[in-house]
């Protein structure tokens, strides 16, 4: 049997005593009842745009990422295009809309927020988790009060029906979906109908072939965090949610003090790579906006969460330590997608003396996502030095958008 209580800590953020005792019994409990065990890794990433830019994403995403176009789940709402890297990583699951006027519970999420509402169908939606019996997760589940769509939403909302999916959280507003696979199978969804569309095809042709004129191509691995930004009230609480929905531990939290805000990470129990199985970063302010004006210290977090909402606010990309042409690879791979017109928020951040380099680009018009790009020299097993974090959090929030007044 897995132990999720007895995971090496890190960082220096001090939790409050009802997070300490509540992290422990949970967890404690999770093992207990089998559900850690039951439930594996990341095998799908969710994420909705707006009607007619899901093929240019693709092309961003073929460039930026390791990510191809495998096929296009055609259905009544939406075109839902499955990126894949291989069966060891995450696939992505790309949905778009096909009518602007498509009203459902994730633009409604969207509709709450002023900067938000502008892309009301672009979002993060969540991720799907693999399982071994997904009904008997599921009812554990809901005996410990976590809601699921019946299958009827499900088929209303025009998702995947060999998926079970949470309620959006109170806390991130993103959903966790189980899903059954056997070992060694094939990742399939039963979803509208199977089309390869010539033109997402061309898409991801075009970035593919910009990743092999520019040399890039395998300088660039899968996923390595997704990171979410939340209410600094919500913190805890999100952090707990997501430990009680999947299989991961608590790896530790940091105070970033320059910068008002914490950084709080979960790992796979299991051990295994973050490209197999992604780390979830959760940010947030270390005080409310609402007593911030006393303080007057930078609050680029909480101003996010407030112009678009909790939600993920970037995926982490790793880059293959090592140099090329006598530079860092990191600098390589940043200076080629940024001569093909992509920004980026600041210069690449850290060093091989602190562990690793990072860089935040601009946010994506088409997902508002931001990817990050990070390299580990050696044997570096972090996620940040506390200098980098600072420094890209700070170039964020000045991103066009983030910065709006909150109407």
């Known amino acids: 049997m897995l132990c999720s209580t007895q995971q090496t800590r890190y960082g220096d953020k001090q939790n409050s005593p009802f997070f300490e005792e509540y992290l422990h019994r949970l967890l404690e409990e999770r093992d ?103 009904h008997q997760v599921v009812a554990l589940q809901q005996q410990r009060e976590f809601r699921f769509f019946p299958i009827g939403q499900l088929a209303e909302m025009d998702l995947p029906l060999n998926v079970s999916i949470s309620k959006p959280s109170p806390y991130t507003q993103n959903v966790i979906g189980y899903m059954e696979r056997p070992a060694n199978s094939i990742r399939v969804y039963q979803h509208g109908n199977c089309v390869i569309l010539p033109a997402a095809h061309a898409a991801n042709d075009r970035g593919k072939e910009m990743q092999e004129r520019l040399g890039i191509k395998d300088l660039i691995l899968p996923i390595d965090h ?65 007593v911030n004006h006393l303080d007057n210290l930078p609050s680029p977090t909480e101003t996010f969460v407030r112009n678009f909402g909790p939600r993920l606010h970037h995926m982490a990309v790793e880059v293959k330590d090592g140099q090329s042409m006598g530079r860092e690879n990191i600098d390589v791979v940043v200076d080629a997608i940024s001569a093909q017109g992509k920004g980026f928020l600041l210069e690449t951040v850290g060093s091989r003396e602190e562990g690793l380099k990072q860089i935040f680009s601009s946010a994506s018009d088409f997902s508002s996502l931001i990817i990050e790009y990070v390299q580990r020299f050696g044997d570096f097993q972090g996620f940040f030095a506390r200098d980098n974090v600072a420094r890209l959090t700070f170039a964020a929030g000045q991103e066009e958008g983030v910065k709006d007044k909150v109407l």
């Open 32 to 134: 207990r009842t089998g559900l850690t065990d039951m439930i594996g890794g990341i095998e799908a990433l969710m994420i909705s745009v707006e009607p007619g830019n899901s093929i240019e994403y693709i092309t961003e995403l073929a460039l930026m990422t390791p990510y191809q176009y495998l096929v296009t789940l055609d259905s009544e709402q939406h075109w839902t295009h499955v990126l894949r890297i291989d069966m060891h990583s995450p696939d992505i699951l790309l949905r778009e809309v096909k009518h602007n006027d498509l009203n459902d519970i994730f633009r409604s999420l969207n509709d709450l927020y002023p900067v938000g509402a502008r892309r009301p169908h672009s979002r993060y939606l969540g991720e799907i988790l693999h399982c071994e019996n997904r």
């Open 226 to 290: 997704l990171a979410t930004r939340v209410y600094s009230q919500n913190r805890e609480a999100a952090l707990l949610e997501y430990l009680a929905l999947s299989s991961y531990y608590y790896w530790g939290s940091y105070d970033i003090k320059d910068q008002n805000s914490s950084t709080n990470v979960t790992k796979n129990i299991r051990q295994v790579p973050e490209s197999v199985s992604p780390a979830k970063v959760f940010t947030a302010n270390n005080h409310p906006y609402c």
